[in-house]
């Protein structure tokens, strides 16, 4: 099946895709704070620039897009029909990237934690992720 947008036009719908401040990110950080969980946002000298750096507990959380970092058995994570040969290849070099991303936090002393897109749609999943990353990051703060 054939683009039915032409490059310019493509080009200017994925250059709207934003890499800070979404509305699943929004939403997680929201749910954490109300949590009595507190972050900090400005982690551009940690590899990877997670979204979410809890200090206190050395811990960092990404909140990633389903379809650009290939959530496993989830639905929004589907191949486009065209270019096919160059998703592939992306999807592999974000997939290989968040993995030496997560070992190189590891190997600094942080714990990694994943919030995935599907996982904050809808108000009750968002309490419950954000339970799970509260609970997580208090667990191993307490040992």
Avoid at 3 to 23: A, G, N, V, W, Y
Avoid at 46 to 60: E, I, Q, T
Avoid at 121 to 128: E, H, M, T, V, Y
Wanted: hydrophobic share 40%.
């Amino acid at each position: 099946m054939a683009d039915f947008l032409s490059p310019e036009q493509r080009s200017e719908r994925m250059s709207r895709i934003r890499s800070k401040d979404t509305i699943p990110e929004l939403a997680l950080r929201r749910e954490l704070h109300r949590q009595g969980l507190r972050y900090r946002l400005d982690n551009s000298h940690l590899p990877g620039k997670p979204d979410l750096m809890f200090p206190r507990h050395r811990a960092v959380v990404f909140v990633h897009g389903c379809f650009w970092h290939r959530h496993v058995g989830c639905k929004v994570a589907s191949m486009p029909k065209s270019n096919t040969d160059f998703w592939k290849a992306k999807f592999e070099r974000n997939v290989e990237r968040d993995s030496r991303v997560a070992k190189a936090l590891a190997a600094m002393g942080w714990r990694v934690f994943v919030a995935w897109e599907c996982e904050l749609q809808s108000k009750a999943p968002i309490q419950i992720t954000a339970e799970r990353i509260a609970r997580e990051i208090s667990a191993e703060a307490s040992r």
